[in-house]
T-cell receptor, first 115, second 117 residues
């Protein structure tokens, strides 16, 4: 079974600075998807960014980018120019390409933005 | 603006009562997921359906939980009888799966916060 680990329960960063959230995972599959979801206090789960394992190029979405290291099974999220609206819980998630379509989530990292 | 809707948004009930949570997936989506979020366990899958058929409900306590899709526009999650340990946020998500694989996003509803006293 696949597992996802986020080793940082909490992180904080100054507004406008850059922060990196860590995620590692365990799987025997060669093809899969990885995601970062944001959950603000409203509790809505919002997709931030996704990465297909077969792609070597790291995904980017505006201020958000990932560092995908397949051999190390590492998938970190970098937030540049942090904004107050980035404050939220961030969840790393894994999903198989075929078979079970469920998302396997890490425990989450609470990100605080200091003004 | 297509989105997943869930009702109720919040529910407070007493132990032993029946609870029914409803989800309306995005029109055209054929896969529906139920996730539960607690402080201790985090986010975990309870059940999921494809084309209204249950594919995996291994995460769901069978003695008190049941999940159904009466039609393509409605998914329900029922707890009977409810217990305090069922207190959690229950999310519904929907997506589109074609063939054996899917590279499509799962869209989450706003969740139902359940408190069992």
């Amino acid at each position: 079974a696949q597992t996802v680990t986020q080793s940082q329960p909490e992180m904080s960063v100054q507004e406008a600075e850059t922060v990196t959230l860590s995620c590692t995972y365990d799987t025997s599959e060669s093809d899969y998807y990885l995601f970062w979801y944001k959950q603000p206090p409203s509790r809505q789960m919002i997709l931030v960014i996704r990465q297909e394992a077969y792609k070597q190029q790291n995904a980017t979405e505006n201020r958000f980018s990932v560092n995908f290291q397949k051999a190390a099974k590492s998938f970190s999220l970098k937030i540049s120019d942090s904004q107050l609206g980035d404050a939220a819980m961030y969840f790393c998630a894994y999903r198989s390409v075929q078979g079970a379509q469920k998302l396997v989530f890490g425990q989450g990292t609470r990100l605080t933005i200091n003004p | 603006d297509a989105r997943v809707t869930q009702t109720p948004r919040d529910k407070v009930t007493e132990m032993g009562q029946e609870v029914t949570m409803r989800c309306q997936p995005i029109l055209g989506h054929n896969t529906v997921f139920w996730y539960r979020q607690t402080m201790m366990q985090g986010l975990e899958l309870l059940a999921y359906f494809r084309n209204r058929a249950p594919l995996d409900d291994s995460g769901m306590p069978k003695d008190r939980f049941s999940a159904e899709m009466p039609d393509a526009t409605l998914a329900t999650l029922k707890i009977q009888p409810s217990e305090p340990r069922d207190s959690a946020v229950y999310f519904c998500a929907s997506g589109l799966t074609t063939g054996l694989a899917s590279n499509n996003e799962q869209f989450f509803g706003p969740g139902t916060r359940l408190t069992v006293l």
